[in-house]
């Protein structure tokens, strides 16, 4: 049994990251990177942090992806999809 703290507060910084989050996805992003312009509204909106921007380019941790699509919601050119997630 784990002990929580009063509220369930969170007391190490950064502990996300020990923890990866993704497995439990139902769809997941592909990103067209050829239609891909680096515009980083993905990298803004993801509430995960799973995005990252490397050579002008979107890509995601699929480790840390929950599947939200607030990522393909908010592409201003729409190169980012959801598909279902296979296992």
Do not use: F, H, Q
């Not at 139902?26 to 891909?36: G, M, S």
């Not at 929950?66 to 997630?85: D, F, L, R, S, Y």
């Amino acid at each position: 049994m784990v002990e929580l703290t009063l509220a369930a507060t969170i007391t190490e910084p950064g502990s996300t990251i020990k923890y990866k989050t993704g497995a439990w996805r139902a769809i997941r992003p592909i990103i067209d990177i050829e239609k891909c312009t680096g515009c980083g509204n993905c990298w803004v909106y993801c509430p995960e942090g799973s995005v990252d921007i490397k050579d002008k380019k979107a890509t995601i941790d699929l480790d840390y992806c929950k599947g939200c699509g607030i990522c393909a919601n908010e592409c201003p050119v729409t190169c980012i999809k959801m598909i279902m997630e296979e296992k």
